[in-house]
């Protein structure tokens, strides 16, 4: 057999930067090895809710028109019902992304004269449209629903004395995000998410609490439906769908919620009844089902990233030896030269698109130019490896994802030839 680092210098990664590589891992062992019982965890976690409810190939049966009695897509539902312990779910192909799932949850759960409360920093970019924060058509502001935000303490802990004041006899729902995404706070570990839920509560117990699950699913052994949150969404080209499935988004929640959000997403009166699966059902069960391992092997990734940047003297989010919550990763690089080398290796690493060349581009709604790599088999899938950023200081890339650890890996090491073949980092 051809040595693995004969094989990798053919692909363009030398023996010492594949080297120091292994003096990382090496490092890693018990990280990886709680990486992986949480995966072994939650794999056993899917499985059961997969026996429990007796998926079989009669699951797979493609349906089209309407909808009605499509078994495959219920029972899917009782499946991620299931694993977020959750009376209710949603989840379905005609959710097209994270901020649709998030602004049916929400628009179906408030009602003129509300008031929606973000008690942890503002909301991700796509949702201050949503809420109109930025002025947009069809906005929950357009319909009379007011928002109201308490920022975090300058330490990254919850404002609670704010927080109290800012819950008024408006306030219908609170939302939170798990997931820092790509804004500089800590991501929050479910138990503090579950320490947000109960103050709250304390203060209003009948407030809707709303967690944006986004990168999250399946990082801890618990969700935030394990810790109060009455609804949990996400996006199906995310963590849950496992890379495989295509398209899609899900709502777990109390059956109020849920159902709320069914008869907002087709129509009052139809709800959860309609809404054929087109054929997609086994990429969103096998999906669901790899999704554990999946997301473990990205979280691999993004622990070898930091445990590589780190050393070198870059500014890693989070740092290399603290606990994650989230599957991303922000290196802070320092120049744009190095982020355009950093994009290049992950894109050459890719299995689709590999001989492309990642250039910093001026993008809608961006105040800078951005550089984006992505090889991915589903258009837009986050939980494929690719790595972004804008072009602007500190330099930050956010890399996440990686359907396999290995191929994780190696898009880290091109990045870090890249840096080397520059001039920019020493080894
Ligand atoms: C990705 C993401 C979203 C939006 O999801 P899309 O599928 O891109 O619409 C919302 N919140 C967080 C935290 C995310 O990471």
């Known amino acids: ?233 996400g996006s199906l080209i995310k963590n849950p769908g496992g890379g495989l499935a295509p398209i899609g988004g899900y709502i777990c929640g109390t059956k109020a919620c849920v159902s709320r959000c069914a008869f907002r997403l087709s129509a009052p009166g139809l709800g959860q009844e309609v809404g054929a699966n087109l054929g997609l059902m086994p990429q969103l069960y096998q999906g669901f089902f790899m999704a554990p391992t999946v997301v473990a092997g990205a979280e691999k990734g993004a622990v070898f990233a930091a445990n590589l940047y780190e050393p070198l003297g870059f500014r890693c989010i989070p740092g290399a030896s603290e606990t994650r919550h989230d599957i991303i990763q922000a290196v802070e690089l320092g120049s744009e030269a190095a982020m355009v080398a950093f994009c290049r290796g992950i894109q050459a690493a890719a299995p689709v698109d590999s001989f492309a060349t990642p250039l910093p581009w001026d993008m809608p709604g961006y105040d800078s130019k951005v550089i984006m790599a992505a090889g991915a088999f589903v258009q837009g899938s986050s939980i494929e490896l690719s790595a972004d950023g804008p072009i602007r200081p500190p330099y930050a890339v956010y890399f996440q994802g990686g359907l396999t650890w290995y191929h994780a890996k190696l898009g880290i090491l091109m990045s870090l030839q890249q840096l080397c073949d520059a001039g920019i980092v020493q080894l």
């Not at 059961?48 to 539902?77: I, P, W």
């Not at 804004?183 to 009948?206: C, H, Y």
């Not at 969700?223 to 609804?231: F, I, L, N, R, T």
């Open 1 to 233: 057999m051809e040595q693995l680092t004969e094989l990798y210098t053919t692909m363009g990664v030398s023996p010492a930067v594949y080297q120091y590589g292994e003096e990382a891992i090496a490092r890693l062992r018990d990280r990886f090895e709680e990486i992986d019982r949480i995966a072994e965890y939650n794999q056993a976690k899917v499985l059961r809710a997969m026996q429990k409810h007796r998926v079989s190939a009669a699951c797979f049966a493609a349906t089209t028109g309407y909808g009605y009695d499509d078994v495959g897509r219920d029972n899917l539902e009782r499946v991620y019902a299931d694993v977020f312990h959750t009376e209710a779910a949603l989840v379905r192909p005609q959710i097209t992304c994270g901020t649709h799932a998030l602004a049916v949850a929400l628009s179906a759960n408030l009602l003129p004269g509300d008031e929606l409360l973000s008690p942890a920093d503002g909301p991700y970019d796509t949702l201050e449209e949503v809420i109109g924060i930025r002025e947009s058509p069809c906005s929950l502001k357009e319909y009379g629903v007011s928002y109201r935000q308490v920022d975090l303490l300058p330490d990254g802990s919850f404002d609670y004395e704010n927080i109290r004041k800012a819950i008024n006899e408006k306030t219908k729902l609170v939302t939170i995000q798990r997931s820092k995404g790509y804004a500089t706070r800590p991501t929050f570990s479910v138990k503090q998410i579950g320490e947000l839920i109960a103050f709250v509560k304390s203060i209003k117990p009948d407030l809707i609490c709303m967690v944006d699950n986004c990168y999250g699913e399946f990082v801890e052994t618990i969700e935030p439906s394990d810790v109060g949150a009455d609804m949990v969404v």
